[in-house]
C-alpha cells in the first residue's frame, strides 16, 4: 500500500527534447550536462532525474528561473507532455500506462489546470468557460450552470457570467480560469505561472483568494512560480528547480534557513525574512527553565509581528504557544539573528559585497 | 547535315534514327520549311547554333519525335481515357449540375416581389446593418429597372451552387492540410496552380469531357477556379489558433473531435470566412469567363457586348457585375466583422 498522504509522486522523471532522446538519455545518465549536451548532440535536457512527492492537500510550490523546466515538470502530471524516462503516479497509479480513455478520465475529474495567459475560450461567455469541464463531459449549459455560478460567484466574479473573456481585466480573467478548474471538482489543481502575467497588486489579491480558497477546500495543488515571495507565501511544500534537476525540497521554512547551496542562498537572500519566518521556525523548543518572560506569542506569528509587539528591545523573551500550551520560547536576540541569511552571519565580510 | 548529328553518332544510335538527315516522314517542321525556302543546307555559323529542342534533335534523327508529336500525343492519350475518366466523372459530378439546373430553376422561378425582399432579409440576418440592406435593395431595383433581373438572378444562383459546393469541400481540405504536414505539401502545389494556370486552360479537357450543354461543365471551371482561398485561409486559420487555448483544451479532457469542432474551426472562423469572402469574389470573376461555355447570367450579355460590339450592353452588364460584387463583398465583411467582434482578445 502506498503512503494516503502522497497524491503524486514522480520518480527518476528524465525529459529530453529531440530527435533521439532515447540515445541522449544514455549521454546524461553517463553525466553528460545540459550545455555540452545541446552543444554536441542537438538535444535540449528539460528535467533531470526528478524525485518528487506532492502531499494530499497541500498545496506544493514548484519555484525555478525560467528556463529551469517547471512547465515541462507540470506538463508531465496529466501527460501533457510524455517522459523520456521515469515513473509519474497518481492517487496510486501509473498514468503512463492510461490509454486514451483513461487519461481524458483523469484530465476530466482528477486534475485541472490554470494558465498562465489564462487561455480562455474566446468564443464562449465566462460561464460556459467555467463550465468548460462539465461540457466537455457533455453535460448541457443548464444542467452545470449552477455549479459554474457558485464557483464564479466563490471567486469574486458575481452578475459577470455573460459576459466574454475579452470584456474583462486579466485579473477577473484569471479568476474565471480559477472557476473553470474549481467547476471541474478535481482534487488537483495545476496552476503554471497562474498569478505571474498579472499587476503586483492584483496578484497580491489573487495569492490570497488562493488561500482562502485552499483553507477552506484542501485541494492538492501544485503551483508554479519563479517569484519566490509567492513561492513563500503559497507554499507547504516547496521544491527548487535549477536547469532541470530538483536542487533542494522541503519545508519552506526549512529552506529559508537551511539552504542546500550557493543557487538557494542568493535565492534567498534578498527575501524579507521578518515576513517570511515564524516563530515557530526559530524557536527554541520547550527548555523548561522557568524564566521571566515578557508575553505570549503564536507559534504562527511572523517575526515582524513579534519585532513589532517588542518595539525593538532585543533583550527581550517570549512564550510560543501552539493551541493554547506553551511549545518554546522565542529570544529577541535570535530572532534578530534569524534576519540575516546564514551565510552572511557567517562571513561578516561578504555582506559588504552581498549588496 | 544537321547541327546534332554527333550526338546520335557519338551514341551509336544511327542505325535507331534510320537515314541520317532529312527523309521527311511525313511531318516538316517550320524550322525546315523555313530552310526549304531560303535554300538547303547553308552553312551554319556557330552563333546560329540552334536551342537542342525536339525539332533539332529530329533534324538530326528522323526517329526522334517531334514536339509536334507531343502535343498530338497529348491529345490522344487523353482522348484514350476520356471516355473510362467520363464514366467516373460523369456521375460523381451530376448532382452539380442538378444543383444549378434546381438553383437557376428557383432564382428565376420565384416572383421579384418575393426574391428581392427576401435577399433583404438574409442581408439583414448575417450583417444586422440597415445601410447594407438598402445597399442590397437599391442595387437590384436598379438592375431590375434596366431589364437584367433575370441576368441577375442567373448569376447569383451559380455563385450561390459554386460557393457553397466550395466551402463543403475546400473547408474538410483545409482542415486536413491543418492537421498533417505531410497533406499540406503535396496540397500547396495543386492550390498554387490552380491558382495560377489561366482558366481558360482547364476549361479544354473539361469541354472535352462532357457537353458543353451540361451546366457542370461551367460549375467545375468555378469551383476549380474559385475553391483556392476558402482552402489556404481554412489551413491557416487553424494553425494560427492560439498554442495555449489548444493545451488548455487537452489539459480539460477534451476529444480531437471535440477540440476540432468546439475550439479550433470556432476560433479559425475569422480567417475561414475571409476565404469565403475570396471565394464568392472570384467564383463572380469566373462567372464572365464561365459565359463562354454556356453559364447564363450577367457574362452572357458581357459577352454580347463583346461579339457584337454592342457597347452600351458591355458596360451596363458589367456595372451590375460590379454592383453584385459590391453588395457580396460588403455582406460577407459584415458577417466577418460580426465574428471578429464577439472573440477578439
Ligand atoms: N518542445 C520543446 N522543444 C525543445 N526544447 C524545449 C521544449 N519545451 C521546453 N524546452 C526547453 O526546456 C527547458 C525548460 O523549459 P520550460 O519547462 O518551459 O521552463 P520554465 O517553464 O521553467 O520557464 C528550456 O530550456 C526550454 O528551452
Ligand atoms: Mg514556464
Known amino acids: ?355 | 547535315m544537321a547541327t546534332y548529328d554527333f550526338i546520335f553518332n557519338r551514341l551509336g544510335l544511327r542505325n535507331w534514327c534510320g537515314e541520317s538527315g532529312d527523309t521527311g516522314d511525313g511531318m516538316t517542321s517550320m524550322a525546315q520549311l523555313l530552310a526549304e525556302t531560303s535554300g538547303d543546307d547553308v552553312e551554319m555559323s556557330a552563333w546560329e547554333t540552334p536551342f537542342p529542342s525536339m525539332d533539332a534533335l529530329h533534324e538530326a534523327c528522323p526517329s526522334f519525335p517531334q514536339s509536334r508529336e507531343l502535343t498530338s500525343g497529348l491529345e490522344s492519350g487523353f482522348l484514350a481515357i476520356k471516355d473510362t475518366l467520363k464514366v467516373v466523372v460523369d456521375p460523381l459530378t451530376q448532382p452539380l449540375s442538378w444543383a444549378l439546373n434546381e438553383a437557376l430553376w428557383v432564382m428565376q422561378t420565384v416572383p421579384w416581389f418575393i426574391m428581392i425582399p427576401l435577399l433583404m432579409l438574409v442581408s439583414w440576418v448575417v450583417s444586422r446593418q440597415m445601410k447594407l440592406v438598402a445597399l442590397v435593395a437599391i442595387c437590384f431595383g436598379f438592375l431590375g429597372f434596366v431589364d437584367y433581373y433575370i441576368y441577375t438572378m442567373q448569376t447569383l444562383a451559380i455563385i450561390f451552387v459554386c460557393a457553397l459546393s466550395c466551402v463543403v469541400f475546400g473547408v474538410p481540405i483545409g482542415i486536413a492540410m491543418s492537421r498533417s504536414d505531410r497533406v499540406q505539401r503535396t496540397m500547396i502545389p495543386i492550390l498554387d496552380m490552380l491558382q495560377t494556370l489561366p482558366p481558360f486552360v482547364y476549361l479544354i479537357p473539361l469541354i472535352f469531357l462532357f457537353s458543353v450543354t451540361e451546366p457542370k461543365l461551367y460549375g467545375i471551371a468555378i469551383i476549380l477556379y474559385a475553391i483556392v482561398p476558402v482552402v489556404r485561409l481554412t489551413d491557416l486559420g487553424i494553425r494560427l489558433v492560439d498554442k495555449d487555448v489548444i493545451e488548455a483544451a487537452d489539459a480539460f479532457g477534451m476529444s480531437k473531435r471535440q477540440k476540432l469542432f468546439n475550439v479550433q474551426i470556432p476560433l479559425a472562423l475569422p480567417n475561414i470566412m475571409a476565404g469565403v469572402n475570396q471565394t464568392i469574389m472570384m467564383s463572380l470573376a469566373m462567372v464572365v469567363i464561365a459565359s463562354l461555355v454556356s453559364a447564363p447570367g450577367l457574362g452572357v450579355l458581357v459577352l454580347r457586348g463583346i461579339r457584337s460590339l454592342e457597347l452600351g450592353v458591355g458596360l451596363l452588364s458589367g456595372l451590375g457585375i460590379v454592383l453584385l460584387a459590391i453588395i457580396l463583398d460588403r455582406v460577407t465583411k459584415a458577417a466577418l466583422a460580426r465574428i471578429n467582434v464577439s472573440q477578439s482578445n
Open chain 1, 1 to 355: 500500500m502506498k503512503n494516503k498522504d502522497i497524491k503524486i509522486s514522480i520518480r527518476n522523471l528524465y525529459k529530453i527534447f529531440g530527435s533521439d532522446p532515447k540515445r541522449a538519455l544514455q549521454y546524461v545518465k553517463d553525466g553528460m550536462g545540459k550545455i555540452e549536451l545541446l552543444e554536441e548532440h542537438k538535444h535540449v535536457l528539460g528535467l533531470k532525474d526528478i524525485n518528487v512527492e506532492v502531499p494530499t492537500g497541500k498545496t506544493t510550490v514548484i519555484m525555478g528561473l525560467s528556463g529551469s523546466g517547471k512547465s515541462t515538470l507540470i506538463r508531465h502530471l496529466n501527460r501533457l507532455i510524455e517522459p523520456t524516462a521515469g515513473e509519474v503516479e497518481v492517487a496510486g497509479d501509473n498514468i503512463l500506462e492510461y490509454n486514451e480513455k483513461d487519461l481524458r478520465d483523469l484530465r476530466q475529474n482528477k486534475m485541472s489546470m490554470v494558465f498562465q495567459k489564462f487561455a480562455l475560450l474566446p468564443h464562449r461567455t465566462v460561464l460556459q468557460n467555467a463550465g468548460l469541464a462539465p461540457s466537455i463531459e457533455g453535460q448541457s449549459e443548464r444542467n452545470y450552470s449552477e455549479e459554474a455560478r457558485k464557483w464564479l460567484d466563490r471567486v469574486g466574479l458575481q452578475g459577470q457570467a455573460d459576459q466574454y473573456p475579452h470584456q474583462l481585466s486579466g485579473g477577473m480573467q484569471q479568476r474565471v480560469g480559477i472557476a473553470r478548474a474549481l467547476t471541474s471538482n478535481s482534487d488537483i489543481m495545476l496552476m503554471d505561472e497562474a498569478f505571474s502575467a498579472l499587476d503586483p497588486l492584483i496578484r497580491t489579491d489573487m495569492q490570497d483568494l488562493l488561500n482562502e480558497l485552499q483553507a477552506e477546500l484542501q485541494k492538492t495543488i501544485v503551483f508554479i512560480t519563479h517569484d519566490l515571495d509567492e513561492a513563500l507565501k503559497l507554499a507547504d511544500h516547496l521544491v527548487i528547480l535549477n536547469d532541470g534537476s530538483v536542487i533542494q525540497q522541503g519545508e519552506p521554512q526549512h529552506i529559508l534557513l537551511n539552504p542546500a547551496d550557493p543557487y538557494i542562498e542568493d535565492f534567498v537572500s534578498d527575501i524579507n525574512r521578518a515576513r517570511v519566518l515564524r516563530v515557530r521556525s526559530v524557536m527554541t523548543s520547550l527548555p523548561e527553565t522557568q524564566l521571566e518572560r515578557s508575553g505570549e506569542i503564536d507559534h504562527e506569528d511572523t517575526l515582524e509581528s513579534v519585532i513589532a509587539l517588542s518595539e525593538g528591545d532585543t533583550a527581550l523573551s517570549y512564550h510560543v504557544m501552539k493551541d493554547g500550551k506553551p511549545v518554546g520560547v522565542l529570544d529577541m536576540r535570535k530572532l534578530v539573528r534569524a534576519l540575516v541569511p546564514s551565510e552572511q552571519s557567517k562571513e561578516p565580510e561578504s555582506a559588504l559585497f552581498g549588496g
